[in-house]
């Protein structure tokens, strides 16, 4: 079933066009694998979930997760929106600042920071989401070190059941991630760190996880942490003048997908935090966000080039092309449905049972299995829908195979924004050691 989201359009020649770039003209200028990106797309996105927040609320910080994909080109264009950011590692950090992003503008998780990673976020003003006491601890240590402030907040663990693949669910008791609330472990840390020297106590954070496609966890995460707001400032009188809700809302990727708008969930989410703030008496606080998948997951597209073809009688033909699980490892890992279609028949009628194959030598190294094609031939040019989340963010170099080129497409203008790996950048780091010389 050929379903385009309204941002993708087709041309006289039946092909698929992009930012109003022919996606047969760039797979064959640029070579195949190709990751495609909609620079427009990008600032909708934004835009979109800024306004549906910043309508509703006089300060509200949206920190973009580099961790969707931290192309320094989507990073620059964000920046130049006005997104601040949301780091996890060292790298992120820097690529966050090379773009011109402040540090006062980044939020910095994770649930294992390095010294040298904290020294880089305090000494630029960044707000350290602290995910243990020993962090406290660390966190404090750099500050007095340096001879500086460190800006914190605490990562709660709020217990909010996100309808999600396990792996991206981080808001369960269980997981990995922040203080307990319900044990009041959560309230204990805000206690400790109240008595800290060098470090201000700022903000509050939580991430249910990512692909929600329902409001009602989002509005259970806002009620619990401003029910903690609250109490923090009643027992401890500490003002959270920075509440972070993290990211999570998700895209449609099936065709049966229902959308869920950003506007939906600011709705019911600045309704809690309005009510509380009233109760309570609370000053208003930053509302932060950090989406990922939202912004750039469905302004990316990645293009393969069909190699072989092989059929079976009674099974779906195996379509092999040259990009596979190396490239985009989302189907792979987490059975994650991406829609494919054939860019260069995007109007044909769709004919044939398929299974879309990679080419490295693993079985589950499949992009789409039983979909409905046109009649596929060798040199076609499949196209794999919403991939600019997690997409070459997450690809390797299994079996020897280099990440793709990434190209940044916009009013028809398209230019390489990630190179393509060679030979070279594949052994550049390797060293024969003298023994075997
Ligand atoms: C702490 C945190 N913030 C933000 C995100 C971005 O999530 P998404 O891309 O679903 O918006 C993630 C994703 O794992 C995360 O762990």
């Known amino acids: 079933m050929l379903i385009l989201k309204r941002h993708f359009k087709t041309n006289i020649r039946g092909h698929l066009t992009v930012g109003g770039a022919d996606t047969v003209e760039l797979a064959n200028k640029f070579g195949t694998p190709l990751y495609v990106v909609d620079e427009q797309r990008v600032r909708e996105n934004y835009r979109r979930f800024y306004k549906a927040f910043a309508s509703r609320w ?21 920046q130049g929106e006005g997104a601040g950011a949301d780091v996890s590692s060292e790298y992120e950090l820097r690529i966050a600042l090379e773009a011109g992003i402040p540090g006062n503008k980044m939020v910095f998780n994770g ?39 460190a800006r914190i907040g605490f990562r709660v663990n709020p217990d909010v059941r996100a309808p999600t693949h396990p792996y991206i669910a981080t808001g369960l008791r ?16 805000y206690k400790l760190a109240a008595r800290m020297e060098d470090v201000d106590v700022v903000g509050i954070h939580a991430h249910i996880g990512s692909q929600i496609l329902d409001a009602a966890p989002f509005e259970e995460e806002a009620e619990k942490l401003m029910a903690l707001v609250a109490e923090i400032k009643e027992r401890l009188d500490i003002y959270l003048s920075f509440v972070d809700f993290g990211g999570g809302i998700g895209i449609p990727y099936k065709p049966d997908d229902r959308e869920l708008q950003p506007e939906q969930v600011a709705e019911r989410m600045v309704g809690v935090v309005e009510r509380v703030v009233d ?3 609370l000053g208003k606080p930053t509302l932060v966000f950090e989406p990922g998948r939202y ?12 190699g072989y073809i092989k059929e079976r009688p009674g099974i779906p033909t195996w379509v092999a092309v040259d990009a596979g ?13 991406h829609h494919i279609e054939l860019a260069n028949k995007i109007l044909e009628k769709e004919e044939v049972l398929v299974n879309v194959a990679g080419p490295l030598c693993e079985s589950g190294d499949f992009l789409g299995k039983e979909r409905k094609l046109p009649k596929v031939v060798q040199g076609d040019l499949v196209v794999i829908f919403d991939v600019g989340a997690y997409g070459l963010a997450m690809s390797s170099q299994h079996t020897a195979q280099p990440r793709p080129a990434m190209v940044l497409v916009n009013e028809g203008k398209a230019e390489i924004i990630r190179k393509r790996e060679t030979f070279e950048d594949l052994t550049r780091l390797d060293q024969i050691p003298g023994w075997l010389k």
């Open 295 to 306: 912004i750039v997951g469905d302004a990316g597209v990645l293009l393969a080039r069909v």
């Open 58 to 78: 006089p300060s509200v910080l949206v920190c973009y997760a580099l961790k969707a994909n931290s192309n320094l080109a989507v990073v620059k264009i964000l």
């Open 279 to 281: 109760e309570k008496g």
């Open 111 to 149: 649930n294992h920071k390095t010294p040298r990673e904290l020294e880089l976020a305090v000494a630029n003003d960044v707000l350290v989401n602290v995910d243990s006491f020993q962090e406290l601890e660390a966190v404090g240590k750099v500050a007095s070190r340096l001879g500086k402030r």
């Open 325 to 337: 699980m190396n490239a985009l490892i989302r189907p792979a890992l987490y059975g994650a449905y």
């Open 174 to 189: 269980e997981s990995k991630f922040g203080f307990d609330v319900a044990s009041g472990q959560a309230f204990d840390a």
